[in-house]
């Protein structure tokens, strides 16, 4: 089994910075992509960004310029770190994992989930 535990969410005023970080532990033998997802309520879980393990990475235009993701691989942990941010980015953040690890008795390549963390911006 995988386990994601991610940390750092809370309430912020416009403008603030806020880091969050995700630590991936359990049967891992690889990890492909890491990346942070976030839904808004009411609305649909989209994409924020995604670093692969070449280091190669993907934003969402609304948070381009804004947001960096990072990872540290001996760590097995991803980070956001969200600078400048708005009401529009208030939501449940979710950590991603493409993982290839122990799954119903066999080594298979999966994506795993974090429990997901809030974020909270004020005006």
């Known amino acids: 089994q995988v386990q994601l535990v991610e940390s750092g969410g809370g309430l912020v005023q416009a403008g603030g910075s806020l880091r969050l970080s995700c630590a991936a532990s359990?049967?891992?033998?690889?990890?492909?992509?890491m990346g942070w997802y976030r839904q808004a309520p009411g609305k649909q879980r989209e994409l924020v960004a995604t670093?692969?393990?070449?280091?190669?990475?993907n934003y969402a235009d609304s948070v381009k310029d804004r947001f960096t993701i990072s990872r540290d691989n001996a760590k097995s942990t991803v980070y956001l770190q969200m600078n400048s941010l708005k009401p529009e980015d208030t939501a449940v953040y979710y950590c991603?994992?493409?993982?290839?690890?122990?799954?119903?008795?066999?080594?298979?390549?999966?994506?795993?989930w974090g429990q997901g963390t809030q974020v909270t911006v004020s005006s």
């Open positions: 991603n994992v493409y993982a290839k690890a122990w799954r119903n008795g066999a080594v298979r390549w999966y994506d795993y």
């Open positions: 359990g049967s891992i033998f690889s990890i492909n992509a």
């Open positions: 670093i692969t393990s070449g280091g190669s990475t």
